[in-house]
């Protein structure tokens, strides 16, 4: 038996494989927007677990319902259907373009899932070489082999030997570099609406437009990669209610199980005749706990107040920023979409940015960063207005010491 009491930061470098290296303290219990660490300190969470806890931690409808569903059924697998996935899967489908779902439990497993069915359609319908894909530079998609290749990140993806192949990357936001490598040979075109782990950078209305017509001149598919964006983020539902165009896949996970994992490919018709049974698959996908809990995320975030209530929030946190800015000119560049925040740091700071997590969690406040130079900031889509108030208090403080 391990004695709680000498649980230390330490152990984590003794049995763990270093592909991360987290904070010195160790969160132990969380209450909406705020946590707490092994020695009983307070943060202010801006960073929501990485846009995941969209209902704040521990809300008490979520403990609910896994208590309920945690007494009924836990996991039969995919040999069996289950209430709490056929709930969750009528109301998505109710809620968005798409006919048909399937549940995975990553982003990085409903990417997969996308990109494989991706595949199947263009070459059944349209003979082997119909099989490009093109992605963008500094996307990211996910870290399983094929989505680290969808991603344009070298770095996840350029040490692990051969790679799925046929798929270029493009600049982002630059509709004539797609309308370059577009020909009857893609498959698919891969597009977060926002690149999250790339900066929070927002794609144009435009460019995701021309995209769409692209797609459709060339009788590719259109996959949209709301992993990040999606379940509420930017003050709609989906992001991509936004841009007015309508995608042919969909991916959803982070928000949609506030914390429980849980993702989804959403989609419409055109797929279901080219699927024979058994030719993807996953154990977890489709869990009773993980869908009972998303569909109570789902219930309660599609609600006019809660949506209103992001863009209030977003609101809020732009005057905050700006105030700051005004005052210490440390951003060079603010880009915030509902609660989705990033702050581009001026290249005078020398500080490394895992220096800054230190320094602002030293005074209260979690946050996260996205790409080399931004600080990103995705709350609860429910966190209090005096959790804003004070966690920017905090925030502004931490700056100050850069
Ligand atoms: C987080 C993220 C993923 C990967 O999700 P995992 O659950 O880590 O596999 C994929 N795409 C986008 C846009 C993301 O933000």
Request: overall charge positive.
């Amino acid at each position: 038996m391990i004695n709680d009491n000498i649980i230390t930061r330490d152990m984590y470098d003794k049995y763990f494989l270093p592909f991360y290296s987290p904070a010195s303290f160790i969160p132990i219990r969380g209450l909406g927007s705020r946590i707490w660490d092994q020695k009983g300190k307070e943060y202010i969470d801006f960073s929501g677990g990485i846009a995941v806890a969209s209902m704040g931690h521990c809300h008490p409808e979520l403990i609910k319902v896994i208590r309920n569903q945690s007494r009924l059924l836990w996991h039969t697998s995919n040999f069996f259907t289950n209430k709490p996935q056929l709930k969750l899967a009528s109301k998505l489908i109710k809620l968005s373009f798409a006919s048909y779902v399937f549940f995975a439990n990553s982003g990085a497993e409903a990417n997969e899932a996308a990109f494989k069915l991706a595949r199947l359609y263009c070459i059944r319908k349209f003979g082997l070489n119909k099989t490009k894909i093109i992605s963008f530079n500094n996307s990211f998609h996910g870290r399983t082999l094929f989505t680290v290749s969808v991603g344009g990140n070298q770095n996840y993806s350029d040490q692990f030997g051969p790679l799925p192949g046929n798929i270029i990357h493009v600049s982002f936001n630059d509709l004539d570099a797609v309308t370059k490598v577009m020909d009857e040979s893609v498959c698919a075109v891969v597009l977060e609406l926002i690149q999250g782990e790339g900066g929070i950078i927002p794609a144009d209305i435009l460019f995701v437009q021309g995209i769409r017509s692209l797609c459709n001149k060339y009788n590719a598919l259109f996959i949209v990669d709301e992993i990040q964006t999606g379940i509420g983020r930017t003050g709609t539902f989906f992001a991509y209610e936004q841009y007015n165009v309508v995608p042919d896949m969909l991916t959803i996970a982070k928000s949609l199980g506030g914390g429980f994992p849980i993702s989804a490919l959403l989609t419409h018709k055109k797929f279901f005749s080219v699927i024979q049974q058994g030719i993807h698959g996953t154990t977890y996908g489709g869990n009773p706990l993980a869908c009972s809990v998303a569909e109570r995320v789902l219930d309660f975030i599609n609600r006019p107040k809660v949506l209103k209530g992001v863009t209030k929030r977003s609101h809020f946190f732009m005057k905050k920023i700006h105030k700051i800015n005004n005052q210490m000119k440390l951003f060079k560049d603010i880009r915030i979409r509902g609660l989705l925040i990033g702050l581009e740091l001026i290249p005078e700071i020398s500080v490394s940015m895992s220096k800054i997590l230190e320094i602002c969690s030293d005074q209260g406040v979690l946050v996260l960063t996205a790409g080399k130079r931004v600080l990103r900031l995705a709350p609860s889509l429910i966190i209090s207005y005096n959790d804003i108030i004070e966690g920017m208090n905090r925030f502004w403080q931490a700056l100050k010491k850069l």
